[in-house]
């Protein structure tokens, strides 16, 4: 189960994130509470801030709070589907790790276009900033479909910074 996407509100209709990341981190360890005691286990949350949004360092540093709060070992983050701004991430990845170790939390990034296009640059990134609690969450799916990039051979060239895998039931159609 992974936490931190939108869904309706029952009042208004308009997404509304199970937690929004401005939220007290005791809201993400409730939502957890009650994943758990319906036998579900949650393991990711995700950063819902791109990782070179102008809040990027505020966003990310309070997912790792609730993450920690809840018992969740993973943040996961993404870029724009725009080029730009690599700074940005690089800032807001760089103020996360020391959070995310003192947290025990682990920031993945995953692709999604722009700076975070392929694992290739997603691994690019990582060394950069270069803290072992910063790695990567594998997109095959993006990759192939916002990029048109073999993700075989992309994953051959930064597989020693991938901790997760997004698992889709994907196909390059009308190919396969």
């Known amino acids: 189960m992974a936490l931190g996407t939108t869904h309706p509100d029952a009042a208004t209709g308009k997404p509304k ?3 929004d990341w401005r939220e007290p981190a005791s809201r993400a360890a409730e939502v957890a509470r009650q994943c758990r005691d319906a036998g579900l286990e949650p393991v990711m949350m995700f950063a819902m801030v791109n990782v ?15 993450a920690a709060a809840a018992g969740i070992p993973y943040v996961l983050t993404f870029g724009k589907t725009e080029r730009g701004f690599y700074e940005n991430a690089i800032k807001t990845l760089k103020q996360a790790g020391p959070l995310a170790r003192q947290a025990k939390v682990q920031v993945l990034i995953k692709q999604h ?17 270069a803290d072992e609690v910063v790695k990567m969450c594998y997109d095959a ?14 994953i051959a060239q930064c597989g020693r910074d991938i901790r997760a895998f997004c698992i889709k039931d994907h196909r390059d159609t009308p190919k396969d």
């Not at 949004?53 to 540093?61: I, L, M, S």
């Not at 276009?113 to 900033?129: K, L």
């Not at 799916?141 to 992309?154: A, T, W």
């Open 52 to 66: 070179e949004a102008k809040d990027g360092p505020e966003a990310h540093a309070r997912r790792i709070e609730q």
């Open 141 to 154: 799916g993006n990759v192939l479909d916002y990029e048109s990039h073999d993700p075989i051979k992309d």
């Open 17 to 19: 994130p199970v937690i």
């Open 113 to 129: 276009g722009g700076n975070t296009a392929t694992g290739v640059d997603c691994s690019r990134i990582i060394a950069e900033v």
